[in-house]
């Protein structure tokens, strides 16, 4: 291997811009001294070893004496050939018998180590000396290797992106996978160690269990202030409030044009997306609703705590028809599946799935041992996740509804659930105040982050498209991540 790179650094040699030029040569000569330390290498190795580590010790203890033996600078660059290593080394140093040759052999490899270290320094000069013409000072690197050497600089001049200003090169490498991980990486550990902090919204004055964003990035939020609030994709209030319901409300959908709140006064209410004002209220039902989600038809689905899922036109809210699965257990949260069934979580443990067709129950995923309050759906993998009272995060196939993991971190209730589906992460809020990040391995998901920003219970979570993670809690607050 040193051969080869010996011969491939003096080719380099002669080709190229002078800052190439000159880091070549740089190259050459660390590839020549390597060259000769593999040469040195094996000749100590066919030599008495006990005897060569005596001759160091000797060296140690008699240092006045025997400095005599040793050359103060590096040597001069040795030209590669492909004769034996026996003829590589100088002609000033014959081949004897006895000790004389194993003192040599120890000079020589002080010396040749002080001229790699010489031939290092001068490699990395070489390196950081300024381009002229502001070209990319690592061109005769590959891309894999520039990546490897972007990954080492310093977390914060990776997380403000400063080396993509050097050159259109390395802007262009700044973005690839790998580096986009290992800033999301640097991202998620500073709000960990508390170096960065959330961006808080204020405004509520209750605990925020609905928590949904809209087709256009705005954020919605409804509190047991019988309030729903609008938000900008930056976190700026918006006005109008969205006021209307008299008593707590605890779940919102939405779709592209219309806003879906339910509350404990038993009513849900439609408002326009536009600019929000009150289209219609769906009538009283006979108990608080708990869930809603939109189904991929348009409809509206909705979960009461009278433990009935009753299905809702989503032209005139007009009742199409009542699914009673979770009987006299209340309904707490509901999502749509990829393959466009709706999924139910009740106080009865399970998990239903329900055609959003005909209404009909599809499979019943059977696992927790208590409370199912939160369900999410990962597109990549076609994955179910659901939290619970249980204080567990279970996985499961969409399409059969199969088991597959259960995650245990969290030390009290798990309320919310969201899932990147850009990279696979799953991010899981609880009663115990913390936000975990989950990341997707070999065998299945390790927690690699806690996020502690809450004062008390989180109740929902979302991801917006720029991987902003955004939480709202008992605490009144909704966090910016």
Not at 272 to 280: A, K, N, Q, R, Y
């Amino acid at each position: 291997a040193s051969k080869h790179q010996c011969r491939e650094a003096v080719k380099e040699q002669d080709a190229g811009t002078p800052e190439a030029r000159r880091v070549a040569a740089a190259k050459a000569n660390l590839a020549r001294l390597l060259a000769v330390v593999a040469d040195l290498a094996l000749r100590v190795a066919q030599e008495d070893a006990p005897s060569l580590a005596a001759l160091a010790d000797n060296h140690s203890s008699t240092k006045s004496s025997s400095h005599s033996h040793f050359p103060t600078g590096p040597p001069s660059p040795v030209q590669h050939t492909d004769a034996p290593c026996a003829n590589k080394l100088s002609a000033s140093a014959p081949l004897v018998e006895g000790k004389s040759i194993k003192l040599k052999l120890f000079g020589d490899k002080i010396a040749v180590g002080l001229g790699v270290d010489a031939a290092k320094d001068e490699l990395a000069a070489a390196v950081c000396a300024p381009v002229g013409d502001g070209g990319d000072p690592t061109q005769w690197l590959p891309d894999e290797l520039v990546i490897a050497i972007l990954l080492l600089l310093p977390a914060e001049m990776l997380w403000r992106k400063t080396c993509s200003l050097v050159c259109r090169r390395w802007h262009g490498l700044d973005g690839s996978p790998p580096m986009q991980r290992l800033r999301r990486q640097i991202r998620w550990a500073a709000y960990e160690r508390g170096v960065s902090k959330p961006v808080a919204l204020q405004g509520h004055e209750g605990s925020i269990r609905g928590l949904v964003l809209g087709a256009d990035g705005i954020i919605y939020s409804g509190s047991a202030d019988f309030t729903v609030r609008r938000w900008s994709p930056e976190g700026v209030a918006l006005t109008p409030s969205l006021l209307g319901h008299t008593d707590a409300l605890f779940a919102l959908a939405v779709s592209k044009t219309k806003v879906y709140s339910g509350a404990d006064d038993k009513s849900i209410r439609v408002w326009s997306v536009e600019d929000g004002t009150l289209l219609h209220t769906i009538p009283e039902q006979s108990s608080g609703i708990s869930a809603l989600v939109v189904g991929h038809n348009g409809d509206v689905f909705s979960g009461s705590f009278d433990g009935t899922v009753r299905v809702w036109s989503g032209e005139d809210g007009s009742l199409l028809k009542t699914l009673e699965g979770h009987p006299d257990h209340e309904v707490v949260t509901a999502a749509v599946g990829l393959d466009g069934n709706v999924l139910t979580g009740a106080a009865d443990c399970t998990v239903r799935v329900w055609s959003c067709g005909d209404g009909s129950l599809v499979n019943t995923l059977i696992g927790h041992t208590n409370v199912v309050f939160a369900i999410a759906i990962g597109r990549a993998g076609n994955l179910v996740f659901t939290g619970s009272a249980d204080c567990t995060v279970r996985v499961w196939r969409g399409d059969t509804g199969a088991p597959l993991h259960t995650l245990a971190e969290h030390r009290d209730f798990v309320y919310a659930l969201a899932v990147d589906d850009a990279t696979g992460v799953l991010y899981s809020g609880s009663a115990d105040t913390r936000i975990c990040r989950w990341y997707p391995v070999h065998n299945g998901y390790r927690c690699g982050h806690q996020l502690q920003g809450h004062k008390s219970d989180v109740l929902g979570l979302v991801l917006d498209k720029r991987g902003t993670l955004i939480s709202s809690s008992s605490d009144t607050t909704i966090l910016m991540w």
